[in-house]
């Protein structure tokens, strides 16, 4: 089984900056495709971010596009998702996950593993 460990949530102000990561146990790592989701209370939960088994495709939510940038390190079984610009309606807990379906999928249903979550809190 894959498992997925978030990690680098916390406080910060709006207009700075956090860097989460996701270690991954997966022995074959680049098998798979990964995202980033993220769930406000009270709110569904919706698609942040992804990238491609290579990395060498990535997509993003329209509000983050430009702010946000996904990476993944092969090697390191670890991905990434920097965090610029926050703003307070960026609160949420964010979950990794990981897929193996070959097509992109932007829904937490095209993903099969998830992290337990890692908190983010951007105060005005």
């Known amino acids: 089984q894959v498992q997925l460990v978030e990690s680098g949530g916390g406080l910060v102000q709006a207009g700075g900056s956090l860097r989460l990561s996701c270690a991954a146990s997966?022995?074959?790592?680049?098998?798979?495709?990964m995202g980033w989701f993220r769930q406000a209370p009270g709110k569904e939960r919706e698609f942040v971010a992804a990238?491609?088994?290579?990395?060498?495709?990535?997509s993003y939510l329209g509000s983050v596009n430009g702010r946000f940038t996904i990476s993944r390190d092969n090697a390191k079984n670890t991905v990434y998702l920097q965090m610029n610009s926050l703003k307070p309606e960026d609160t949420a807990v964010y979950y990794c996950?990981?897929?193996?379906?070959?097509?992109?999928?932007?829904?937490?249903?095209?993903?099969?593993?998830w992290g337990q979550g890692t908190q983010v809190t951007v105060s005005s």
């Open positions: 997966a022995p074959t790592f680049s098998n798979y495709r």
């Open positions: 996950a990981a897929g193996t379906a070959f097509t992109h999928s932007d829904s937490p249903g095209g993903y099969d593993f």
């Open positions: 990238i491609s088994r290579s990395g060498s495709f990535t």
